[in-house]
């Protein structure tokens, strides 16, 4: 079975750091993008970071570009999000996904690309909360 958990989440003061992993199993790591998206209350669903099969390269959204960090230890078929300098606006129940190809942003700006994104995969979220 597809198994994607993230974990890491938890509530911090504004302008610190959190740290997210997405533990992957089940498919062929290598083959996916693996990224980020949260859904805050009364939001739309925000991609917010991927790194490409392979780790080549790597996507952010401008509401988080310079503060999170997306990496990967595919030894481990894991990959975080490190991130640092937090806003409450970043308060969201955070989900890790494998993309077939890597979007962040709006997922409505993307041709073909709607929820639940039947042709991805994301497991349960983690809730990260910050405080002002």
């Known amino acids: 079975d597809v198994q994607l958990q993230a974990s890491g989440g938890g509530l911090v003061q504004a302008g610190g750091s959190l740290r997210l992993s997405c533990a992957a199993s089940?498919?062929?790591?290598?083959?996916?993008?693996i990224g980020w998206f949260r859904q805050a209350p009364g939001k739309e669903r925000e991609g917010v970071s991927c790194i490409s099969s392979g780790g080549g390269r790597t996507y952010y959204a401008d509401s988080v570009k310079g503060r999170f960090t997306i990496s990967s230890d595919n030894a481990k078929n894991t990959v975080y999000l490190q991130m640092n300098t937090l806003k409450p606006e970043d308060t969201a129940v955070y989900y890790c996904a494998a993309y077939l190809e890597c979007w962040v942003g709006d997922y409505r700006d993307y041709v073909g690309r709607e929820f639940p994104f039947p042709r991805d995969y994301w497991g349960q979220g983690t809730l990260v909360t910050v405080s002002s």
């Open positions: 089940g498919f062929t790591f290598d083959d996916y993008g």
